[in-house]
């Protein structure tokens, strides 16, 4: 009797699931709330080191660093989230890129003369919205172009107590200087009488005038800096100075230009090679990111 008795109510149990199931799929407002914990952390802190181009012709020029809170639903009030200047944050850097690059240049402290701070640091991202910003003023006068600043930032908390995620928690935020006539280059360096090098410089800005390049052909390695580089400095009406940079034994001859229109330098010089034999140089190198000009069509 007991098996009987199974069997007769088990089509009708059936019938019940499947009527559920059809009430269920019916509808499309079922609210599964938030899916997974509210959390918060430093946009483009993958790497942690993270290098911003700033340039020389700005005025009130600031840090800027975004703030994420990753969630399925918006936030319904103000986040308030701190952060601090956190110079660990640069140690462990440093410490980490030497061991896999011996290459590799320290990034230094930006000094706190050179950057604004009003109490603590906040960013605050607005109900509704995922991203907030912090700006921390700063002046680049005074400072060596050629020495990789950085700012070290760790979130410290926030006002909800969301989770902080501890991989994107700190940001060491490099300021790369530049200025209109930085950039990569290609073309040629000549000396007397005959002898033409094709030579793809690299134009590092030095002030809002200036770009320091390695000499016709000699090495670019920055442990040469003081040997190896010269500076140009363009004038207002496009015309180009060459002094050495360090020790560099580097003759300006005069006449050299630059184009604006087409990003293109020509320079004449005179340095000391390796052999201690006065080079006399003529150099055409031109902005690899520059336009066409009429000279690439013909």
């Not at 703030?67 to 701190?82: G, H, Q």
């Not at 590799?104 to 607005?126: C, F």
């Not at 793809?200 to 390695?214: D, E, G, W, Y």
């Not at 050495?244 to 300006?252: E, F, M, N, R, S």
Request: hydrophobic fraction near 40%; proline fraction near 5%.
């Amino acid at each position: 009797m007991k098996t009987n008795r199974i069997h007769a109510t088990w089509p009708g149990s059936l019938i019940l699931l499947l009527l559920m199931g059809l009430l269920f799929s019916c509808t499309n407002e079922v609210d599964f709330g938030e899916q997974y914990k509210k959390t918060v952390y430093i946009v483009n802190s993958n790497n942690l080191l993270h290098v911003a181009e700033h340039s020389f012709e700005t005025n009130q020029d600031s840090i800027s660093v975004s703030v994420y809170c990753a969630s399925t639903e918006p936030i319904t009030n103000d986040l308030k989230v701190r952060l601090k200047v956190d110079r660990h944050a640069l140690d462990s850097l440093n410490a980490l890129q030497v061991l896999a690059d011996p290459d590799y240049v320290n990034r230094v402290m930006l000094p706190e003369t050179s950057y604004q701070l009003d109490g603590e640091l906040y960013a605050t991202i607005k109900a509704g919205e995922q991203y907030g910003v912090l700006k921390v003023p700063f002046d680049f006068t005074g400072l060596d172009p050629s020495i990789p600043y950085a700012l070290p930032l760790t979130l410290v908390s926030n006002n909800a107590d969301y989770d902080i995620n501890p991989r994107l928690q700190s940001i060491v935020y490099q300021v790369e200087m530049v200025n209109q006539y930085a950039g990569d280059y290609s073309g040629s360096s000549k000396t007397s009488p005959t002898a033409i090098l094709g030579i793809q410089p690299t134009l590092k800005a030095m002030s809002i005038n200036q770009v320091r390049m390695p000499i016709h052909n000699l090495s670019d390695d920055i442990g040469l800096l003081l040997t190896n580089f010269m500076v140009l400095t363009i004038a207002g009406d496009n015309s180009v100075t060459i002094s050495p940079w360090g020790l560099a034994d580097v003759t300006d001859l005069g006449g050299s230009s630059y184009d604006p229109v087409a990003q293109r330098f020509e320079l004449h010089y005179q340095f000391i090679d390796a052999a201690a034999n006065r080079q006399t140089v003529h150099a055409v190198i031109r902005n690899i990111d520059a336009p066409p000009s009429e000279e690439d069509e013909m």
